[in-house]
């Protein structure tokens, strides 16, 4: 209590002490001490005057003090703890932005190599391929491997099973549409090789080169394909 800086407080605390040692010294028998004990009894009686209360309001005051104190290092500690879990956060969702970022343009990279191989194999020349007067389902499918990017292969059969059973002098009796990826008008095959009527090589690769165009790849093809019924 001697350490609260309240003047009021501090002076009695002094006077109690000075009233205390001038009792001894009167108990001595020193004269000097006499002078000292009737200053003290004065000062004692300043010391009943002061309230009865004052030493528990100044408890109290430090008390609160203290409280303060403590609440503005809380608040501080607080405001650092939400600062730091703010940079945190930003910088996991820069990560995750950044991770996403690469992951799309991996993709776009991806499916432009796809797109330049189907390019490049649908460039194939028709006449690569050995003329026949008849071909097997078989020997169709080995050609269009060939021909179309293995990644592409799978879309690419699914319409032709759909569209002629990889029969590739199938007619349409209705719309004239003709060969493996049933072509309508026929004769716009011819834009791969003449010989568009009788060689399935060259209906592949005018067939892959219409779906790169149309719809951005064979899978592209498939999907409107198992949506509308047609390509």
Request: net charge neutral; with cysteine; charged share 20%.
């Amino acid at each position: 209590m001697s350490r609260i800086s309240v003047r009021g407080f501090a002076v009695a605390s002094a006077t109690a002490v000075t009233a205390v040692g001038s009792v001894v010294g009167v108990a001595s028998g020193s004269v000097a001490q006499n002078n000292d004990a009737e200053a003290t009894a004065a000062d004692a009686t300043l010391l009943s005057d002061i309230p009865v209360g004052q030493q528990a309001q100044v408890q109290t005051a430090s008390l609160a003090q203290q409280a303060d104190a403590q609440a503005i290092a809380a608040d501080t500690t607080a405001k650092k703890d939400a600062e730091e879990a703010a940079r945190k956060a930003a910088a996991e969702t820069a990560i995750a932005k950044k991770a996403a970022a690469e992951k799309a343009e991996k993709e776009a990279k991806d499916r432009a190599e796809a797109k330049k191989a189907a390019s490049r194999s649908a460039t194939r020349d028709a006449s690569s391929f050995p003329v026949q007067s008849s071909y097997t389902v078989a020997q169709v499918q080995a050609i269009a491997r060939q021909i179309v990017p293995s990644g592409q292969f799978q879309c690419f059969s699914n319409i032709v099973d759909h569209e002629s059973t990889w029969n590739y002098q199938a007619v349409n009796p209705s719309s004239g549409a003709y060969g493996l990826v049933q072509a309508l008008p026929a004769g716009k095959m011819a834009s791969a090789g003449a010989d568009w009527r009788t060689n399935p090589a060259t209906q592949i690769k005018w067939g892959l080169n219409y779906m790169n165009q149309r719809y951005g790849s064979p899978c592209d093809a498939w999907s409107y394909w198992q949506a509308n019924g047609n390509y």
